[in-house]
């Protein structure tokens, strides 16, 4: 089955950075809509930055100004920036291609991303 790898979590301290990283297996074109997810301890996976086909980049409140969604078209791969990290930001982190605004294929492992006061 079709599934985007997500990679590059880790333990980090408040305020670090690190960037996460989403690839597309070989016949998937990521040159579309494509989410990065967050799921904090117990409770539910939520959208928090997206990058549209054309481009355009839209980010959760939580996290405009700190996180940057970029793409790579050469890689297959879409990242997501993240800096001045604060525990809230602590979870696993996931990506997925949208279609209508919904993930399109089934959910990867994900990357945990803690992050320590």
């Known amino acids: 089955q079709v599934q985007l790898v997500e990679s590059g979590g880790g333990l980090v301290q408040a305020g670090e950075s690190v960037t996460l990283s989403c690839t597309a297996p070989a016949g998937i074109n990521i040159v579309t809509t494509v989410g990065w997810f967050r799921q904090p301890p117990g409770k539910q996976r939520e959208l928090i930055a997206h990058i549209t086909r054309v481009g355009s980049k839209i980010y959760d409140d939580s996290v405009r100004g700190r996180f940057t969604i970029s793409r790579e078209n050469a890689r297959n791969t879409v990242y997501l920036h993240m800096s001045s990290l604060k525990p809230e930001d602590t979870g696993i982190y996931y990506c997925?291609?949208?279609?209508?605004?919904?993930?399109?294929?089934?959910w990867g492992q994900g990357t945990q991303v803690t992050v320590s006061s």
């Open positions: 997925n291609i949208l279609y209508a605004m919904e993930p399109r294929y089934p």
